[in-house]
């Protein structure tokens, strides 16, 4: 019964404190961030510097404590992380007179502060970075970094921030190198675009100008080829990804590449992809669509010998010859190139180029 009744009172001190400053008659809107009780938990909190790190890479992992128009008094932060993958090389807490504390055999870090009342002003926020390193000889995969313990607040508890996220996440990956080639058209000039595709599923993109690099007879046709280099630095060694190269008038290519630790350099073939891209239906490479085309398609479906059938890369001259859709060849491709070189209505008119 004594407690309940000590409770009591303070509630109602606290209720007249209440009534004092926030409507003592002045007619002001109360300052909401001195509502007791106040939490922010909407902003701020535990991020890293970078989503992915290569051994022996540094980065930081950061607490974002918001700005607020208020002293505060106290703040407690332990942050922990695996021991086997990561030490500290820096932690800078920014706070003089803080505790600060960290060990790279214990695997934490921690700052505390408090005041005992006269409160520090968090106007501008606090950032507190570690700056951390990726061991040597860490396994490759995902780590957590996790704020085990936050507590920021007023002296009275008026006001606390409660962050939002707790963990943080670094994938560890194998050293990176660079992965290029040349991309060809046969016939084509203008700018291809040249996507790489990590084996996550994420993609970077490079504009290669195609200019004129060659002149060659293919079936006593002289095709004019057009060349360009690509390359994509910070690729990881031992991903498998793909090279895609697309040009307005030629049906796109692309390839596999499991890579290695050759960094492309543009002369040699470590780590190189080349493309070469045809016009729709012309299946030789010769620049231009002929009868020659048609019969070749024939001639690889009846098991006859064929550029078709005879082309290093025959699964994209098969793409090419599909002149009515999907991605195998029929008569009908053949047929539908006659009747459009014949002057005919043919699905070729409409897909051509
Ligand atoms: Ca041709």
């Not at 332990?78 to 505790?99: H, V, Y």
């Amino acid at each position: 019964m004594k407690k309940k009744r000590i409770l009591s009172a303070i509630v109602a001190f606290a209720t007249a404190l209440c009534g004092v400053t926030f409507f003592g008659g002045r007619g002001m809107m109360p300052d909401m961030s001195l509502v007791a009780g106040a939490e922010e938990t909407s902003s701020g909190g535990i991020s890293v510097s970078q989503a992915k790190v290569q051994k022996g890479g540094s980065f930081s992992v950061d607490i974002d404590v918001p700005a607020n128009n208020i002293y505060i008094d106290t703040i407690e932060i332990r942050l922990l992380f695996d021991t086997d993958a990561f030490e500290i090389t820096a932690w800078n807490p920014g706070i003089s007179g803080a505790e600060t504390n960290y060990s790279n055999s214990g695997g934490f870090a921690t700052i505390v502060y408090a005041t005992g009342g006269s409160g520090i002003s968090l106007k501008n926020g606090f950032k507190f970075s570690a700056v951390m390193r990726a061991k040597s000889d860490a396994k490759l995969g995902e780590y957590d970094f996790k704020l085990s313990r936050c507590i920021v607040n007023s002296y009275d508890y008026n006001y606390r921030w409660n962050s939002p996220t707790t963990s943080a996440t670094v994938k560890i990956i194998n050293n990176v190198t660079t992965v290029g080639g040349t991309i060809t058209s046969n016939g084509v000039p203008g700018t291809a675009v040249v996507t790489l595709t990590d084996g996550s599923g994420n993609a970077s993109e490079a504009e290669v100008v195609l200019t004129e690099s060659a002149r060659v007879i293919r079936n006593d046709v002289e095709v004019i080829l057009y060349s360009g280099k690509y390359s994509f630095s910070g690729v990881e060694i031992g991903d498998t990804v793909t090279i895609k190269a697309e040009l307005d008038g030629c049906i796109a290519n692309s390839e596999k590449l499991v890579v290695s630790s050759t960094a492309y350099t543009g002369t040699q073939s470590g780590n190189a992809v080349d493309l070469s891209m045809n016009k729709r239906a012309d299946v030789d490479g010769d620049g231009t669509v002929s009868a020659f085309d048609a019969t070749q398609i024939l001639r690889y479906l009846t098991g006859k010998q064929s550029v078709v059938g005879d082309a290093e890369n025959t699964a994209y001259i098969i793409l090419v010859a599909c002149v009515t859709g999907g991605d195998r060849v029929t008569v009908a491709d053949a047929t539908q190139i006659l009747r459009f070189l014949a002057g005919k209505s043919s699905v070729f008119g409409n897909v051509q180029g």
